[in-house]
Nanobody, 125 residues
Framework: EVQLQASGGGSVQAGGSLRLSCAAP????????IGWFRQAPWKEREGLCW???????VCAASLKGRFTISSDNAKNTVYLQMNSLIPEDTAVYYC???????????????????WGQGTQVTVSS
């Protein structure tokens, strides 16, 4: 059974927008935190936005409001809306799930046990 599947990546010019989707059919959103992360070549994995199991949402301050996270519980899907994209946003984007009770710091990627396959985002100048 597919647990997490990220989609929606692609190529876009700087200043453009993309919306990524994370389908999580195996999870009830009350039971997991969902996080979006990315990793560019030769860089560390970076946390972007998170939805906790009690429905709090937050994005990293470094994104300066360009990204937002939302969810559709009926579709078991979490979205990452990315606006004002810049070339530095180029990376493979992942969604991940951490079971409630299993994580202390939802921003820490090492606390996530379930990962989607990643979707490539390329931003050209």
């Amino acid at each position: 059974e597919v647990q997490l599947q990220a989609s929606g990546g692609g190529s876009v010019q700087a200043g453009g927008s993309l919306r990524l989707s994370c389908a999580a059919p195996a999870f009830g959103f009350d039971d997991v935190a969902i996080g979006w992360f990315r990793q560019a070549p030769w860089k560390e994995r970076e946390g972007l936005c998170w939805r906790t199991n009690d429905a709090n949402t937050v994005c990293a301050a470094s994104l300066k409001g360009r990204f937002t996270i939302s969810s559709d519980n009926a579709k078991n899907t979490v979205y990452l809306q990315m606006n004002s994209l810049i070339p530095e946003d180029t990376a493979v984007y992942y969604c991940a799930a951490a079971l409630a009770g299993d994580y202390d710091d939802y921003t820490d990627w090492t606390e996530y046990n379930y990962w989607g396959q990643g979707t490539q985002v390329t931003v050209s100048s």
